[in-house]
């Protein structure tokens, strides 16, 4: 019996003394992660609440709760917006989805794309970029599996968005791009902004030069 309990409460030290693996792939939040901003403590010594205070509490807590909710839908209509902004041609609604100092990592796509490319810094130049490469292409973005950590005034999403390219007006060519997003974002008045995204390819389907011309992918 004892050789158990030894193994029993020295697995967890052994696991936490060996860190976490390293993936390729952002970690997705516990829901400890996700709740950390939103627990409250109570104290067990206390006397039991009565009903009018109960009421109280049940009241905000609803309060907070619709109050997260309408943050979690407002985080992720940034995302709306980085996407529908280069779908549509509108740089102004695609700006608006970046705070002033905000960074975009694209490196690891473009280089399975087979480009070198910085990491943009700076909401003019994510904007100039973004979108002078995509004026010449057919672009739809699509994005699902959204999930948001909240704390305060900042917030991180992790999401799953397909991303598909053809050149204007020709259906021959295509490059289909299936990529995690790992972003974080800042409150701005109403809406929310993105700071930091750092986007991670997982898999590709047709022809990298759609979106580099001369470029080869991997695959290529």
């Given at each position: ?71 979690q839908t407002e ?50 130049a994510i ?94």
């Open positions: 019996m004892s050789w158990y309990l030894s193994l029993l409460f020295s697995a967890p030290l052994l696991a936490m003394a060996a860190g976490p693996l390293s993936a390729a792939t952002p970690t997705l939040p516990s829901e400890t992660q996700r709740n950390a901003c939103a627990m409250v403590n109570e104290d067990a010594n206390s006397p039991s609440p009565t009903l009018e205070t109960r009421i109280s509490r049940s009241g905000k807590g609803h309060a907070r709760t619709a109050e997260a909710l309408n943050d985080v992720i209509d940034a995302l709306y917006r980085f996407g529908a902004g280069q779908d549509l041609d509108d740089s102004k609604l695609f700006a608006s989805a970046f705070a002033d100092h905000a960074e975009l990592d694209f490196v690891q796509p473009a280089k399975r794309l087979g480009i070198d490319l910085p990491v943009f810094q700076g909401k003019e904007v100039s970029s973004i979108m002078a490469t995509v004026s010449a292409l057919d672009t739809t973005h699509t994005v699902t599996n959204p999930r948001v950590t909240l704390c305060g005034d900042r917030a991180h999403l992790v999401a799953l968005v397909e991303a598909q390219h053809l050149p204007k007006g020709d259906g021959s060519r295509h490059l289909l791009l299936k990529n995690w997003y790992d972003v974080d974002l800042i409150r701005a008045g109403l809406q929310w902004q993105i700071t930091r995204l750092r986007i991670t390819n997982v898999w590709m389907d047709g022809e990298a030069g759609v979106l580099f011309a001369g470029a080869k992918s991997e695959a290529d």
